[in-house]
C-alpha cells in the first residue's frame, strides 16, 4: 500500500468518525429538542383545558364537572380525552373520531395516584405522545385529562433528516477522500521525484545525477539536499576506489607480465640442474627439488593473477562449437595423472553428439580447476565422480562429487571469493583462486556454478551451461 493511499485511508477515516460523532450529536440533540417542545406544547394545552374545566355543586357531599367544548383545544395533530376514574370516556375532541386515546391500567393506576406523566403509546401504526393530568379537587382525584399528539410527522421529518445527514456525510467523505488523492499527489511529487532518480542511479550507476529540489524549505526539501549531499559524497568516495582499483589491477596485471618471463628462466634452469646433478638424496638435488616445485607454484599462481586481471579488464574470449566428447576425453585422461592414488570415475549420460557454444582452453581450465580440487580434498583411496548429464535439449549439467571434509555451513558462495579458503582447507596447498577463476569461465558461458555438502560426506559442485 503506497502512502498515498495510506494517507487518504487515515484521513478519511478521522472524518468519517468526526462526521459521525458530530451527526449523531445533532439528530440527537435535534430529537431531543422537537420531543421537549412537543411536551411543552401539549402541557401547554393540558393547563389551559383544565383552567376551562368548572367544579359545580349539587349537594354538600356531591361535586359535578363541567366539561368545557375540548374541540376548540384540538387540532389536527392534536388529540384530547377525559375520562373517569373508572376509566370511561367522558369527553373527547371530534378529530377521534371513533376511535380512543389508549388507556392502560398503568397509566389509570398511575394517575390516580396524583402523578402527572408522559408517555408514548401506539394507535393503529402511528405512535402518540400522550401527557396524562389527573383532575383533582380538594385532594380527591375525579378524573384523567389526556392529551395527544401525534409523531408521525416528526418522525417522518427525522427519518428524512436522518437520511440526508448520511448521504450528505457520505458525499462529504467521498468528496474529501477524492480532495486528499490530489492533495497527497500534489504534497507526494517531490517524493515520487526522489524516487525515480535514486532508481535511476541505481540501475544506470550514475553517482553524478542529483535530485531536481525547490527551495521550498520544508521537510522534503531538507531530505532532497540531504540525499544531494550523500550522493556527491558516494560519488567521490566511489571515484577514489574506482582509481585505486584501477591502479592495483593495473599493478596485478604489469607484475604477473614482468615477472612471467623470469619466472619461467629460473624454472627452466632449476630443471636443467636437477637433470645434471647425480642422482640421490644430495643436498643440493633436494635444493633444486624445492626450486623447481616453487617455481612452477608460482608460475601457476601468475597464470590465475592473469586470468583474473583478464576477468576484471572485461575481457571476453572467443567462442566456438565444442563438442563434449572431444573436451571429456582428454581432460579425464590427464587428470588421472594428478590423481595419485584416487580414483576417478566419469560416469557421461550425454548423447556423443552434444556441442556447447565456447572456450575449449578455459572450458578445459574449468573442469582441471574442479578435479583438482576433488583430488587434494579427497583421502587417499577414496573415489572422485564426474557426472555428465543433459537437462532436456536446453542445458548440460556437470558435477565433480569428492569424499572430502565438506564445507561448513555458510560457506557454500564465499568459497567462490578470491583468496578465500575455508576453516578445513587452510592446511592445503592452493592460492584461494582457483574457484573464483571457475565461476568467472562459467558466467563467461552464461552458465551457473554452486557448491554444497554431500550426504554421508565429501562436497559436490555442479556446473550448468547452455546447450547449443
Known sequence: MSLRVKLILLYSGVLSLVLLIVTSIILFSTSHFIYKEIDQGIAAKASSVIKSIKIESSTLFQKEIEL???????????????????????????????????????????????????????????????????????????????????????????????????????AAVILAGMMGWFLARTALKPVERIIRTASSIESSGDLSKRIDSYRTGDELGRLADTLNAMFARLERTYRRLHESYEMQRRFVSDASHELRTPLTTIRGNAELLSKLVDEGPTPARAAINDIVDEARRLTRLLEDLLALARADAGYEFEKEDVLLAELIQPVT????????????????????????????????????????????????????????????????????????????????????????????????????????????????????????????????????????
Open 333 to 468: 585422461r590427464k587428470a588421472r595423472f594428478i590423481a595419485g592414488d584416487k580414483t576417478l570415475n566419469v560416469v557421461n549420460n550425454c548423447p556423443a553428439e552434444i556441442h556447447i557454444r565456447g572456450n575449449y582452453v578455459y572450458l578445459s581450465q574449468l573442469l582441471f580447476i574442479l578435479l583438482e580440487n576433488a583430488f587434494k580434498y579427497s583421502p587417499d583411496g577414496s573415489e572422485v565422480m564426474l557426472i555428465i548429464t543433459a537437462r532436456g535439449n536446453q542445458q548440460l549439467e556437470i558435477a565433480v562429487a569428492d569424499n572430502g571434509p565438506g564445507l561448513p555451513p555458510g560457506e557454500e558462495d564465499r568459497i567462490f571469493d578470491r583468496f578465500y579458503r575455508g576453516e578445513l582447507t587452510r592446511g592445503k596447498e592452493g592460492s584461494g583462486l582457483g574457484l573464483a577463476i571457475a565461476r568467472w569461465v562459467v558466467e563467461q558461458h552464461g552458465g551457473t556454478i554452486t557448491a554444497a555438502n554431500r550426504q554421508g560426506g565429501g562436497c559436490i559442485f555442479t556446473v550448468s551451461l547452455p546447450i547449443c
Open 68 to 170: 368545557p367544548d375540548i374541540d376548540v383545544f384540538a387540532s389536527p395533530d392534536t388529540y384530547l380525552q377525559i375520562v373517569d376514574v373508572r376509566g370511561r370516556v367522558l369527553s373527547k375532541s371530534s378529530n377521534l373520531g371513533k376511535q380512543y386515546l389508549p388507556l392502560s391500567e398503568f397509566t389509570l393506576r398511575s394517575a390516580l395516584g396524583g402523578s402527572r406523566f408522559y408517555e408514548t403509546v401506539r394507535a393503529g401504526n402511528q405512535e402518540i405522545r400522550v401527557y396524562n393530568v389527573p383532575l383533582i379537587l380538594s385532594g380527591q382525584v375525579l378524573g384523567l385529562l389526556q392529551v395527544g399528539r401525534t409523531l408521525s410527522t416528526i418522525n417522518s421529518l427525522l427519518t428524512k433528516l436522518r437520511f440526508f445527514v448520511t448521504i450528505g456525510s457520505i
